[in-house]
């Protein structure tokens, strides 16, 4: 009986040192980054697919997670580092208002369409074939 627990004791201390037992994985040193966005986070894979840590990410991302029965939500707000300033050219104005150019040419397009919708309803009211 001491023969047999000191053989088979042998055999699991031989097969552990092989890593035969408990076979490892290969660990790789992948990290995931975000472009324009400051840090980074590991990321772990198992059978071929790539996991990131959902607080890492809120983290990266400036966003914050909700928590909510069995539901997870990131929310992720705009932050001033990711909008684009763009700068008005020369002779154009700093305002977010249509030129008045813009809004002319508008109410007189608006005025064909609504042009063009009376002579259709009436068209159709009357019945008149639609090539004449």
Do not use: H
Not at 56 to 82: D, V, W, Y
Not at 112 to 127: H, K, P
């Amino acid at each position: 009986m001491r023969k047999r627990t000191f053989s088979a004791l042998l055999l699991v201390m031989l097969l552990a040192k092989t890593g035969l037992a408990c076979p490892q994985s290969v660990e790789q040193n992948l990290r995931f980054t975000i472009s324009g966005q400051p840090g980074e986070a590991a990321v772990l894979q198992i059978n071929g697919r790539s996991y990131v840590d959902i607080e890492a990410l809120a983290r990266l991302t400036n966003g914050s997670l909700s928590f909510r029965a069995n539901q997870i939500t990131l929310n992720l707000s705009p932050s001033a580092a990711n909008t684009p300033t763009t700068t008005p050219a020369a002779g154009q104005s700093a305002s977010s208002e249509f030129s008045k150019e813009f809004v002319k040419a508008g109410i007189e397009e608006m005025s064909v369409i609504r042009e063009w919708r009376s002579a259709l309803v009436n068209a159709v009211r009357n019945g008149l074939p639609r090539d004449g």
